[in-house]
């Protein structure tokens, strides 16, 4: 990276896009409430300037039909303009869509408005001593403002040309007359980043408040890395001073005038990123850790830890660790829940039924189904024991909300869920901190080891009844050892049952050994 301190909040699962947003309350056990986004989808913008070129069945179209619309379009609509876009439109004959797109650019247009600095830019390009007056006046009534290019196009090609009788002139003469003319008229200019010159006419003009130019090629070139990195196509400005984000209208008019530089695909995915963005600057925003759900959740409050339960794909989730939400334990505990359940599962069972033969043969006849679970859950045993001690080696603390947060370059001055300097947003608070003071992050046990996870359950515990629970398979008053569900809001099984329901549970879920 190149900032001067990056960041990344630890968490598993993050999901990279994001049509929907939902917000979440603090409260442990409520559903938080959805606040539903924008979705994803080809924008009108991308319709309009990329066509698909169809063939013009001049059969479909009144004969008329030219006449006709121009009567409901603005005045510097041309006839040519129309003609052109009617052999582009498809389906050929429809006036009322054509129509239709031509007023949506057109409204388009005129909400924009001239930058700060239009006069002084146009008398650049006109020649010396033109009146400012002049300039001023014709900016007032020309149509669409902000089209400085078409402004400055439309004014070169109405200068008075020179009055006097007429003259022979030989043809040598005349092309040189010619191309003094063109030169004056449509003058050129160096791209700033290719230093190569181009007429004003053929160069991309930024709508920011400099209207700086560029050739097309070397915008088109610029706009595609800034893509692929899912970084905001700014001004290319050299000087890195402006800091104005291109549009997709922009966009589009870029990869109309260059060839194969700037993709169709990348730039129908930009509004997408520009909202993903937009969304993680919101403080409290919360991405749902389901590999390709697109959806949020703003919660009130990032310390408190708050369920989460996504529209998109139902995933329940915690907004600290964005692991399955856990009932009544912290983020931490639950490692130690499952590193317990993982020896239940293995050995612990099978101590506590030594001398219940009738337990024993229950055992030995779902053994298979016993093993294949016992495999799965070594699995989530593993990753978590792995994932917390590279943490434990690289994790520091935010002062505030205690999420883990790893350094992957830069200096000691760190932001809770961002980079120092900006950029690589992610789920966090805010917090500045120095990374050098910050307490590291110890795990709730220093052994990992599985052996050291291992129940001790007394012989009294198995006469102990536990008063007010009842088993969820049997439905009886639950006797001896309680297996409970962390992340089910109220499951709980009795040592008969346990083997059976926890197989045919949720394979992600882990189990608490209460014996009190």
């Known amino acids: ?48 300037v ?52 031509f007023l949506i650019q057109a409204e388009k247009l005129q909400s924009k408005t001239w930058p700060p600095n239009v006069v002084d830019l146009m008398l ?23 089209d400085v ?13 020179p009055k006097g009788p007429a003259t022979e002139v030989d043809p040598e003469t005349m092309k040189l007359i010619i191309e003094c003319t063109n030169e004056e008229m449509d003058p050129e200019k160096d791209c700033p980043v290719c230093l190569t010159p181009f007429p004003i006419s053929k160069m991309f003009t930024v709508n920011c408040a400099s209207s700086h130019r560029f050739c097309f090629d070397c915008v088109a070139a610029y706009a595609e890395i800034r893509l692929k990195e899912n970084a905001p196509v700014t001004c290319p400005d050299p000087s890195q001073k402006c800091t104005y984000v291109l549009t997709e209208e922009e966009l ?15 730039i129908l995915k930009y509004d997408d990123q520009l909202l993903e963005r937009a969304i993680k600057t919101m403080k409290g925003a919360i991405a749902c850790p389901t590999p390709n759900c697109r959806n949020w959740f703003i919660v009130s409050n990032m310390v ?28 931490v505990e639950v490692v130690t829940y499952t590193r317990q359940w993982m020896e239940w599962c293995e050995a612990g069972r099978g101590r506590y039924h030594r001398d219940k033969s009738s337990a024993l043969e229950k055992l030995h006849e779902q053994q298979d189904a016993i093993d294949k679970r016992n495999a799965e859950i070594r699995h989530l045993f593993e990753t978590m024991n792995a994932d917390e001690q590279y943490k434990a080696e690289h994790g520091r603390l935010c002062p505030k909300c205690h999420r883990v947060i790893i350094r992957e ?31 590291r992050y110890v795990p709730q046990s220093s052994a990992l080891k599985l052996e050291n996870a291992k129940i001790d359950i007394p012989d009294i515990a198995r006469d102990k009844e536990h008063v007010g629970y009842r088993c969820d398979a049997c439905n ?27 197989l045919g549970h949720n394979s992600a879920h882990v189990f608490r050994i209460e014996t009190a």
Not at 476 to 494: A, E, M, N, T, W
Not at 495 to 501: F, I, L, W
Request: charged content about 15%; proline content about 7%; aromatic content about 6%.
């Open 1 to 48: 990276m190149t900032t001067a301190s990056a960041a990344t909040l630890y968490q598993s699962g993050h999901a990279a896009n994001c049509p929907s947003v939902a917000t979440a309350a603090p409260q442990e056990a409520s559903y938080a409430s959805p606040i539903v986004g924008t979705p994803a989808s080809t924008s009108p913008a991308a319709a309009t």
């Open 124 to 146: 650049e390009s006109l020649p010396q001593k033109f009146p400012r007056a002049e300039v001023e006046k014709f900016l007032a009534e020309y149509q669409p403002a902000g």
């Open 409 to 439: 370059s830069g200096c000691d001055s760190m932001v809770c869920g961002r980079d120092y300097h900006g950029g690589n947003v992610q789920d966090g608070c805010g917090t500045a901190f120095n990374w050098g003071t910050a307490e």
């Open 304 to 331: 408190e830890k708050i369920r989460c339960v996504c529209q998109g794909c139902s995933t329940c989730y915690c907004s600290l660790c964005k692991k399955p939400y856990h009932f009544g334990c912290t983020c």
């Open 149 to 161: 290019d078409g402004a400055l196009c439309h004014l070169l090609s109405t200068l008075e040309k």
């Open 476 to 502: 009886q008053p639950i006797k001896g050892v309680r297996i409970s569900c962390l992340h089910c809001p109220s499951i709980d099984f009795c040592e008969n049952c346990e083997v059976k329901a926890t």
């Open 50 to 101: 990329a066509p698909t070129p169809t063939a013009l069945v001049t059969s479909a179209w009144p004969a008329n039909a030219v006449t006709l619309l121009l009567e409901s379009l603005p005045p510097y609509i041309t006839a040519a303009d129309v003609t052109k876009a009617m052999a582009e439109y498809s389906p050929a004959g429809d006036m009322d869509g054509l129509l239709s797109r």
């Open 252 to 266: 589009w008019q870029v990869s109309n005038n260059t060839t194969g530089a700037l993709t169709a695909d990348r």
